[in-house]
C-alpha cells in the first residue's frame, strides 16, 4: 500500500523568508511525486511532479521540490515567501509500476505566511 | 482556472434526499475522479472513470455511483443523504489514466446536508 505523511499540520513563516513544507512518502518501488496547492474555497492546483532524472524539480510560482529516496522524502521549498503563498498545500504520491495508479494524498499542511 | 467545470457550486438539502453532482473534464482529457474533501478525513478518492468505463474504486460508498457520458463528462449520485455526508466534492481530470499523469481539479461542489 501507498501512503504520504505531511508531519506538520501548519507551518508558520514570516515574508521573504525561505520556507519548507515536509513530505514523506511509502511505496513499492519508485514513486511518482506530485505537489498541490488549495487556496481558499478553490480547487486543487498543480504546482510539480517529479517521474524521474534531476532529484530538484521546479514548479510553478517559485517553488521547487527536492526528491531524497534514501530518506523517502520530497519536501516542497521556496527560497523568499510571500504572503500570496498562504494557502493548504498537499503532497500525493503514485507507485511507478505495480501498484494503484491512482494517487495518495496526503492529509495536507496550512502555510501560513506572515506580513 | 484548470479548465474542470463542476456544477453546482454550492447545494444545500436535507437528509434522506438525493443529489447529482455534474463535470465536464478539460478538453481532450479521457480521465475523470472523484474526490471528497472533509475536515476530519481529509482528500478521500471515490471512484475513476477513462473513456466511458469505470477504472477505479476507493472509499465510495454504496449510496453512492457515478457515471462517465459519451461526450466525457460525468456525474456523481449521492442518495439517502446524510449529515456525514457534508463535505466539498471535487472532481479531477486527466489526458490517460497512468501513473504520471497530472490531474487537472475542478473548483468544487460544496454539499451541506441539513
Known amino acids: 500500500a501507498q501512503s504520504v505523511a505531511q508531519p506538520e499540520d501548519q507551518v508558520n513563516v514570516a515574508e521573504g523568508n525561505p520556507l519548507t513544507v515536509k513530505c514523506t512518502y511509502s511505496v513499492s518501488g519508485n514513486p511518482y511525486l506530485f505537489w498541490y496547492v488549495q487556496y481558499p474555497n478553490r480547487g486543487l492546483q498543480f504546482l510539480l511532479k517529479y517521474i524521474t532524472g534531476d532529484n530538484l524539480v521546479k514548479g510553478s510560482y517559485g517553488f521547487e521540490a527536492e526528491f531524497n529516496k534514501s530518506q523517502t522524502s520530497f519536501h516542497l521549498k521556496k527560497p523568499s515567501a510571500l504572503v500570496s503563498d498562504s494557502a493548504l498545500y498537499f503532497c500525493?504520491?503514485?507507485?511507478?509500476?505495480?501498484?494503484?495508479?491512482?494517487?495518495?494524498f496526503g492529509r495536507g499542511t496550512s502555510l501560513i505566511v506572515h506580513p | 482556472d484548470s479548465g474542470v467545470t463542476q456544477t453546482p457550486k454550492h447545494l444545500i438539502t436535507a437528509t434522506g434526499q438525493r443529489v447529482t453532482l455534474r463535470c465536464s473534464p478539460r478538453s481532450g482529457d479521457l480521465s475523470v475522479y472523484w474526490y471528497q474533501q472533509s475536515l476530519d478525513q481529509g482528500l478521500q478518492f471515490l471512484i475513476q472513470y477513462y473513456n466511458g468505463e469505470e477504472r477505479a474504486k476507493g472509499n465510495i460508498l454504496e449510496r453512492f455511483s457515478a457515471q462517465q457520458f459519451p461526450d466525457l463528462h460525468s456525474e456523481l449520485n449521492l442518495s439517502s443523504l446524510e449529515l456525514g455526508d457534508s463535505a466539498l466534492y471535487f472532481c479531477a481530470s486527466s489526458v490517460y489514466q497512468g501513473s504520471t499523469d497530472t490531474q487537472y481539479f475542478g473548483p468544487g461542489t460544496r454539499l451541506t446536508v441539513l
Open positions: 500525493a504520491v503514485r507507485a511507478a509500476s505495480g501498484g494503484s495508479y491512482i494517487p495518495t
